[in-house]
């Protein structure tokens, strides 16, 4: 049995996830006729509080959509600066809306009023126009660190007060959640446009879903298409988001407490530098300089367990549905045993 760690994308659908998939009812999507499509939309639009929504095929998808549709050409986006958006979406932003990015340090990730107000570029003619703060929740690069609903209004507040639209990469919201105990209902207040993730700790095969307020609902549909997005009988696999949304979001507290576990048998072991906390599903670890990335993921990959290599330095742990006590087990034991 292979455990894999690497991401919480490597789920495979369950039995009863399948079942809801082939019982779906389909039809066109590019001509509005997708009626599992239409309920994923509007059951997600409904759970954040905002007015429409549009199911794309990847997270990365939703977040350039989203970002193109609140931005003109040669504005700028404040953000952290280890943000999905920036860091790994293959200079999207640039490429597809051609804007810049202004990058904030963040703490652990999580920007701050203070940060924005200071990185907001006058009205010169110098300075790209600063039109979007992009925040991420949780912040993957970070370990999973989250923002509270508390800091999100502050932020959203003060962008609305300087005229910035805000953005939400939420592609692990409900990790977010789970850990504050905050409404999902609320985030519709502050952001305009908010990316989720059904293919990450909710266990659908594919898809993401960008909802937005009712202005921006059109270019939405629009950029969908012109990024290649626009789909045709694709409610077999918006029944698996649906499935996941109501069967899934629950369980989200014990890949927390299997990732803090593993965080905690880390924290312990002398081939680890440091472990950053283990806020959500995330263990994000160093290894001591004698100990490459390269080695560790052989040594691990014998005893048939997967991880990620996240730098030079660290490793990237992610725990997920298809990952359980039995299986922590073993990764806690096989940490314990591995000698360098
Ligand atoms: C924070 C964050 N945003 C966006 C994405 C992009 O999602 P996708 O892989 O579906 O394009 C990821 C992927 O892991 C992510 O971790």
């Known amino acids: 049995m292979i455990i894999d760690l690497r991401s919480d994308t490597v789920t495979k659908p369950t039995p009863a996830m399948k079942d809801a998939m082939f019982a779906a009812e389909v039809g066109d999507d ?20 905002m007015d429409a929504a549009v199911y794309c095929p990847s997270g990365t998808m939703t977040n350039q959509i989203g970002i193109n549709v609140l931005t003109q ?13 920036y860091k790994y979406e293959g ?22 009023v203070d940060e924005i107000a200071a990185n907001i570029n006058n009205d010169d003619q110098h300075y790209p126009h600063s039109a979007v703060v992009a925040l991420e929740n949780t912040v993957v690069r970070e370990a999973g660190s989250v923002y509270k609903i508390n800091d999100i209004e502050k932020i959203a507040a003060f962008a609305r007060s300087k005229n910035l639209c805000m953005h939400l990469d939420g592609a692990r919201l409900f990790n977010a959640l789970t850990a504050t ?8 207040k502050y952001f305009d446009t908010i990316s989720i993730c059904l293919s990450k700790g909710l266990g659908a095969p594919v898809g993401s879903v960008l909802v937005c307020k009712n ?5 939405a549909r629009r950029m969908h298409k012109v990024f290649g997005g626009a789909w045709r009988q694709a409610g077999y696999l918006a029944a698996a988001g649906i499935y996941a949304l109501d069967h899934h979001v ?49 040594k691990i990959g014998e005893h048939h367990i997967k991880a990620l290599a996240f730098s030079a330095t660290e ?26």
């Open 30 to 49: 590019v001509f509005g006729e997708d009626p599992t499509v239409k309920q994923l939309e509007e059951k997600c639009a409904a759970l954040l509080g």
């Open 73 to 85: 050409p040669y504005d700028e986006v404040i953000c952290y600066k280890g943000a999905h958006i």
């Open 91 to 112: 200079g999207g932003l640039m490429g597809n809306s051609h804007v810049s990015v202004k990058l904030l340090q963040g703490d652990r990730g999580r920007i701050s």
């Open 181 to 188: 105990g905050d409404r999902a209902a609320d985030y519709g």
């Open 215 to 219: 202005e921006f609902a059109r270019k």
């Open 250 to 298: 629950g369980r989200l507290a014990e890949d927390h407490v299997r990732a803090k576990k593993i965080g905690a048998c880390l924290q312990q072991q002398s081939y680890v530098k440091s472990v950053m906390p283990v806020d959500t599903n995330i263990v994000i670890f160093e290894l001591i300089s004698t100990v490459t990335p390269a080695l560790f993921l052989e």
């Open 315 to 340: 490793i990237r742990i992610v725990t997920h549905l298809d990952f359980d006590d039995v299986m922590l087990e073993r990764t806690i034991n096989t940490c314990n045993k591995l000698r360098f």
